[in-house]
C-alpha cells in the first residue's frame, strides 16, 4: 500500500479540487507523491471532459463585478452539476476571473469570449476545460451581461436562494444617474419579479399581437358580448404588459404604484437592466 496520510489526501483535494476517492487512487497510483498525483488526475481529468458532456449543469453561480465609479458592470453565470462544486472557492475564484476577463476585454458575445485569452497562450474555453478537470464536474460559460461605460449609474444586486449558496440570481442595472437607493430597489424588484422587457415599445409587435389574438379568442370562448370585445381584449392586453414590462408592472414594495412611477418619483430613469438567474 502507497505510503501517504490524511493530510496529504486533504493537500491533493485542494490543490486539484478533486473527490476524496480519486485522490486516494492517485495517491495509491503515484505511491504517494503528491506531485505525480495532481499530474495524474490532470491527465485524468482532462480526459474526462468529454465524458462530462452530456451531462446537466443545472447549479452553479451567478457573479458580478462593478467599477469603483459605478460607470461599467458586468454579470457572469458560471454553471457546474452540483451545489457542493459551486460551494466551493475553486470554482468561485474562476467565475469571478471570468468576470474580471469581460470587463477588461469587452468581448462581443460568447463565442467571441471564449476564443480570447484570459492568460497567456490559454484561452477562456481552454481555462474552462481545466475548471472541468480539476473540478471533475462538467462546468459551463454560457451567458454573460455587461454594459460598458455610457454616462450612466451601474449597480447590481444578488440574491441567494440558499445561504449556504453562491447567489443565484444577479440583476445589473443602469440610471441615467446616481441613486444607489432606487437602483436597488429596482433591482430588487427584477430579482423576485423577472419583467422579460423595459417597456411596452420593447415587445416585438408579434408577441403583441398573439396576445392580442389569444385576449379576444379567450373573450368570445367566454361568451362576452360583442360590443365589450375592445375594451376587454384591450384590458387583457395592458394585464399581459404588467406582467412583462418593468415600468409598467406594480411596485414590489408598494403594488400601488408602478415601477416607472416610483423611478419617476426618485427623479431618475432606468436605461437598461439585465437578469440572470443560474439554470433558467
Known sequence: MANYTAADVKKLRE?????MM???????EAEGDVDKAVELL???????????????????????LIAEDHTS???LELKCETDFVAKGEKFQAAAAALAEH????????????????????????????????????????????????????????????????????????????????AAKDVAQHIAAFAPKYLTREDVPA?????????AEATSREEGKPEAALPKIVEGRVNGFFKEVTLLDQPFAKDNKKSVKKVLDEAGV???RFARIRVGA
Not at 491527465?43 to 457573479?63: I, L, P, S
Open 22 to 28: 480519486d485522490c486516494k487512487k492517485a495517491l495509491d
Open 15 to 19: 490543490l486539484t479540487g478533486a473527490g
Open 42 to 64: 490532470r491527465v485524468k481529468g482532462q480526459k474526462g471532459v468529454a465524458k462530462r458532456e452530456g451531462r446537466n449543469a443545472e447549479n452553479g453561480a451567478v457573479v458580478s
Open 269 to 271: 430613469t432606468l436605461k
Open 102 to 181: 469581460v470587463a477588461k476585454t469587452s468581448p462581443a458575445d460568447v463565442e467571441t469570449l471564449l476564443a480570447s485569452e484570459i492568460e497567456p497562450g490559454k484561452t477562456v474555453q481552454a481555462y474552462v476545460d481545466e475548471a472541468n478537470a480539476n473540478l471533475g464536474e462538467k462546468i459551463v460559460l454560457d451567458r454573460f451581461a455587461q454594459f460598458p461605460a455610457d454616462g450612466g449609474y451601474m449597480a447590481v444586486y444578488l440574491h441567494r436562494t440558499m445561504p449556504d449558496l453562491p447567489p443565484q440570481v444577479g440583476v445589473l442595472v443602469e440610471l441615467d444617474k446616481e441613486n444607489a437607493e
Open 73 to 75: 458592470g458586468v454579470l
Open 206 to 214: 408579434d408577441i403583441v399581437e398573439n396576445e392580442r389574438r389569444v
